[in-house]
């Protein structure tokens, strides 16, 4: 028993953000712009965030004194190039200093160098239906290229397949990640020229290891549906994880299932136990998700590097994060390569439109931003401390 819930010595564990749903003020990224929009349909704008461009520091103290070991972060493309070609050494100074900063408090960082924001001047000439997106971004990266000397864990791009839906259509335009549209093949394939170019960059550093991390959504084929479950799921999840066979890890980032019907998603079940932003309680989708990276990819390296749940109890985001480790850890005794768990999220943070559905281990004040480690915090550290699930719950 003891056996099979122990991790492996070099597992990696960690918690995840995202620079606009942490930092506050992004003003120039194509976000800020449809927050501020006439007839906006954001119930609410991300203003400070968790004002952790100024407290990333405080944050990243607090993850490396509850035990976990890496922090994953990304780099707001919009504050390093605000206007097209014009390019921010501050700025680049700042994001040297939040890897110092994990140096400093012995946590390992993975730098996501995408995730979801895009400059505004970048939506505005078609964000990722142009096609000379992919030389706009390697252009951004191998400006970003010094500060990352001596970083291993490289996330080219957050959930692809999210860019697909929300950016479908050709007018660059984002969508409500809650009513997703139908995935564009164009969009689909210039994203990955974009993933392919700047990984070829960052690989000329031999030390260096990249990938970029998928949405794993747990297709569920309802009986007879098995054909139109492999079709909805192709340009959703089954593209992106196919064209990551020739990374050096693939990004699992599981939350949920999907039910599959004849025409398509179905409705959660009504009976189903729901997290607070109506996704199905669901912590299985980790160990399934893990297993559709491995078999698609051919055996690439899994990183989990998101996972969790939006809820106001924190007993049940240990319940859920416990479940979700037992699920995957089955499946790395059948054999699949796991790297590592990063919980989604490190803060309660801007949860693209609202500041209600909490995922954090660490509460945060609205008004004085005052942080507060959650139990949920204490518990996974501890399980990185000591690689062992069983570990006592506070
Ligand atoms: C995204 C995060 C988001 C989380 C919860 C992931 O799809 O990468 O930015 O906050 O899911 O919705």
């Known amino acids: 028993m003891t056996g099979a819930l122990q991790f492996p010595d070099d597992f990696i564990w960690g918690a995840s953000t995202a620079a606009h749903q942490v930092e506050g003020n992004n003003i120039n990224s194509n976000w800020w712009v449809r927050e501020h929009a006439d007839g906006t349909d954001i119930k609410e704008p991300s203003g400070d965030a968790c004002d952790s461009y100024h407290r990333y520091d405080e944050d990243i103290s607090l993850l490396a004194n509850s035990g976990l070991q890496m922090y994953r972060f990304s780099i707001e493309w919009a504050r390093i190039e605000p206007e097209e070609g014009c390019f921010s050494q501050a700025e680049l100074m700042h994001y040297a200093r939040m890897i110092e900063s994990c140096r400093a408090h012995g946590v390992e960082p993975m730098v996501t160098l995408h995730h979801f924001t895009v400059p505004r001047w970048f939506a505005a000439k078609g964000g990722w239906s142009n096609p000379s997106a992919p030389d706009l971004f390697v252009r951004y990266v191998r ?83 098995e054909q139109e479950t492999s079709d909805y799921a192709y340009w959703r999840e089954t593209f992106f994880f196919e ?29 189903a136990e729901k997290t607070k932003n109506g996704w199905e309680y669901f912590p299985p989708a980790l160990g399934i998700g893990v297993q559709t990276a491995w078999n698609l990819t051919g055996g690439v390296p899994v990183f989990v590097t998101e996972n969790g749940l939006a809820t106001d109890s924190d007993a049940r985001r240990i319940d859920y994060t416990h479940d979700a480790l037992l699920g995957l850890k089955k499946a790395m005794d059948l054999g699949i390569d796991v790297l590592g768990y990063l919980h989604w999220s490190l803060l309660d943070n801007y949860e693209w439109g609202s500041y209600d559905p909490t995922f954090g281990l660490i509460s945060v004040d609205r008004k004085t931003f005052k942080r507060t480690p959650k139990p949920s915090l204490t518990w996974l550290g501890q399980v990185a401390r000591t690689g062992m699930l069983n570990v006592p719950r506070p």
């Open 143 to 225: 400006f970003v290229l010094p500060i990352l000397d001596g970083v291993t864990w490289i996330c080219t791009i957050n959930e692809p397949n999210m860019v697909a839906m929300t950016q479908g259509g050709e007018t660059g335009e984002d969508m409500a990640a809650s009513s997703l549209p139908e995935p564009s093949e164009k969009i689909a394939r210039i994203i990955l020229q974009a993933h392919l170019q700047a990984s070829a960059l960052l690989r000329q550093d031999k030390s260096k290891r990249v990938g970029w991390s998928v949405a794993a959504q747990a297709f569920h084929a309802m009986p007879g549906c």
């Open 243 to 271: 064209h990551a066979a020739g990374d050096d890890w693939v990004g699992v980032q599981a939350y949920l299932r999907t039910f599959i019907g004849k025409h398509g998603p179905l409705p959660v079940p009504a009976e």
